[in-house]
């Protein structure tokens, strides 16, 4: 029985705790296609139209696996002076073009709102693939996956995330999934960075509780997972301040030694963790990474109509 019936994936708070568990459920069952034991022509014929106007390499290369394990195929850009956007056109109308040519727009822009936007103009479904500060959909759904795959459960899973909860859309959209799943959930930054109001306002009207600290000595002992991101570079008007603020937080082997956690990020990483964890037991984020595939041929899936 197919419950899933959502014809875009713009934010995750448009997701109900089934859609989330049927979409990973259906991740597992292209685990073996997503490593290449098997073929599948579900998607045979159709087309997924990539319009990236900020930079990626897992999110648009998975995608692009995704498809194309599926029996699909891609077009599209990555960065406005590959398109006429750099001649002045609107993304309005570089987004009709994309319709009439594509299956589904997948759409990774700096602005938040912009995925929205573009699904209200178009008849095809939409895919959000990160909107400035804002929503990371499909990230979550991988970091859920793959929570699931290393734990067996999400609920009651004591969770650390830590780095920039201020500009990172992966934990906007992953705190309020881990929330509905009843994770505890730790946000640990400098000040500068806090998680926005309006995520906890969301976390609070859902009754989803939460603790917020600086200190990842104060909770390290406890945690299951620690869920490190990035400080977003390119969302600081003042380079001083991301300079000042960059090493805020450095997770290294002498750090974690010991511990009962695994370490996870969306990736890229630059410095906040080091080297030395990426050959130890902790380091699941290359895993996670892979885990992009099968997620998003479960998603490309249930969105394309055949
Ligand atoms: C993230 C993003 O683009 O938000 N990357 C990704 O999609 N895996 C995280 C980041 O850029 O720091």
């Given at each position: 029985m197919k419950i899933f019936d959502l014809k875009n994936v713009i934010s995750i708070k448009d997701f109900k705790k089934e859609d989330i568990k049927f979409i990973l459920d259906e991740s597992s069952k292209f685990e073996k296609i997503a490593k290449s034991q098997g073929t599948s022509n579900e998607l045979s014929g159709k087309i997924l139209g990539i319009m990236f106007f900020e930079?990626?390499?897992?999110?648009?290369?998975?995608?692009?696996t995704a498809m194309k394990r599926l029996g699909g195929d891609c077009i599209g850009f990555t960065g406005?002076?590959?398109?006429?956007?750099?001649?002045?056109e609107t993304i309005a109308d570089t987004s009709k073009m994309f319709e009439s040519y594509s299956d589904a727009i997948l759409i990774r822009h700096s602005l938040e709102g912009v995925a929205k936007f573009i699904s209200d103009l178009v008849n095809v479904p939409v895919v959000n693939?990160?909107?400035?500060?804002?929503?990371?959909?499909?990230?979550?759904?991988?970091?859920?996956?793959?929570?699931?795959?290393?734990?067996?459960?999400?609920?009651?899973?004591?969770?650390a995330l830590i780095g920039d909860l201020k500009y990172g859309?992966?934990?906007?959209?992953?705190?309020?999934?881990?929330?509905i799943f009843g994770a505890k959930m730790h946000f640990i930054s400098p000040n500068e960075l806090k998680i926005p109001d309006e995520i906890l306002h969301d976390l609070e009207k859902k009754k989803i509780?939460?603790?917020?600290?600086?200190?990842?000595?104060?909770v390290i002992d406890d945690l299951d997972i620690l869920y490190v991101t990035r400080i977003q570079k390119e969302r600081f008007s003042d380079v001083e301040e991301y300079e000042r603020i960059k090493g805020a937080y450095l997770i290294d082997k002498n750090l974690i030694e010991?511990?009962?956690?695994?370490?996870?990020?969306?990736?890229?990483?630059?410095?906040?963790i080091n080297h030395d964890v990426?050959?130890?037991?902790?380091?699941?984020?290359?895993?996670?990474?892979?885990?992009?595939?099968?997620?998003?041929?479960?998603?490309?899936?249930?969105?394309?109509?055949?």
């Open positions: 930079a990626s390499t897992r999110t648009r290369l998975s995608f692009e406005s002076d590959e398109s006429s956007v750099i001649k002045g693939a990160g909107d400035g500060a804002g929503q990371h959909p499909t990230q979550t759904l991988i970091d859920l996956y793959t929570i699931k795959k290393e734990f067996g459960k999400i609920k009651n899973i004591n969770i859309r992966t934990v906007h959209s992953l705190s309020y999934a881990l929330g509780s939460y603790h917020e600290t600086h200190d990842l000595k104060d010991g511990k009962s956690l695994i370490v996870m990020h969306p990736l890229p990483r630059i410095d906040e990426d050959n130890t037991k902790y380091n699941k984020y290359f895993k996670q990474a892979f885990n992009g595939v099968p997620v998003r041929m479960a998603i490309l899936k249930n969105i394309i109509k055949h």
